[in-house]
């Protein structure tokens, strides 16, 4: 611990920023980027970042956070080059609607009994500060396809456009798989016509935002679950091919039920 207040660290980060890109003596790559470019960049970062809080790792949180946080700013100087407002606007800005939209911390409005509470005042203000902007136009096109759909689903739900509760949404579920299932009867994916491929993917689309659905119902996301599966599949897998590793071999060496008896003690072994 430093004793340090946050906004000295972010000037002297600010400068850090301005020094890189200075025309003379900054950094060439750097100085060549421009708002469009460093989207990739932003990404990336933002997944080092969650991945980061997932582990619940202190040291990558720190370094990744910081990352992140010079992506911010660095954004700050673009913006600053191109439209004359930096950083300091962008905080300022932001600072100003975290007050407006939390009218119950800040003595504006009456105490909210719980976090669903928040979250409905949120969605209220924000429609009023932004009344002729569609329902689902606040849910940002580049998230994630299963988070998305969380969130989607969940803006339809503030509008009254939702199942009373998962037993529906599961009864949905059923029903988006039983439209798949008839489009797959002699499915060759080498032979299929692009017609009935393109059906296929509409249907499971829609099997998928059911599910998102369902999850958002249950009181999770879609997304996090699947996260979570992939990461007990990749352990499991690990474990699989560490045991034929012992023996010299490769799951390819050896057969299904082999690999399924494998897989089973992965699943006991590992969680």
Not at 49 to 72: K, S, V, Y
Not at 118 to 125: K, S
Not at 176 to 191: I, S, T
Request: net charge negative; proline share 5%.
């Amino acid at each position: 611990m430093t004793g340090r207040s946050p906004g000295a660290a972010l000037d002297e980060l600010d400068q850090v920023i301005a020094r890189l890109l200075d025309p003379e003596k900054g950094c060439p790559w750097d100085i060549k980027q421009t708002l469009r470019s460093i989207t990739g960049n932003v990404l990336e970062e933002t997944y080092e970042l969650l991945a980061a809080l997932r582990a619940e790792n202190p040291d990558e949180i720190r370094e990744e956070a910081g990352d992140f946080l010079f992506q911010a700013a660095f954004i700050g100087r673009l913006t600053q080059a191109r439209w004359g407002w930096g950083l300091a606007e962008i905080i300022d800005q932001n600072r100003a609607k975290m007050v407006a939209r939390h009218p119950h911390v800040f003595g504006q409005g009456a105490q909210l009994a719980d976090a669903q509470a928040v979250l409905d005042q949120w969605q209220a203000i924000k429609r009023r500060d932004k009344k002729h902007e569609r329902l689902m136009a606040s849910v940002p096109e580049a998230l994630p396809a299963l988070q998305r759909a969380h969130r989607l689903n969940d803006r339809a739900a503030r509008a009254g456009f939702d199942w009373p509760g998962p037993a529906q949404v599961r009864l949905k579920v059923d029903e988006e798989l039983a439209e798949l299932d008839e489009l797959l009867p002699g499915y060759d994916r080498r032979a299929a016509a692009p017609e009935r491929l393109g059906r296929l993917k509409a249907e499971m689309g829609d099997v998928l935002l059911a599910l998102a659905n369902l999850a958002r119902h249950l009181g999770f996301s879609a997304e996090d679950a699947l996260s979570e599966a992939n990461d007990r599949f990749v352990r499991r897998f690990d474990y699989l091919e560490e045991a034929l590793a012992r023996e010299n071999l490769r799951p390819e060496d050896v057969g299904p039920e082999r690999l399924e008896g494998l897989w089973e003690e992965a699943k006991v072994r590992t969680g």
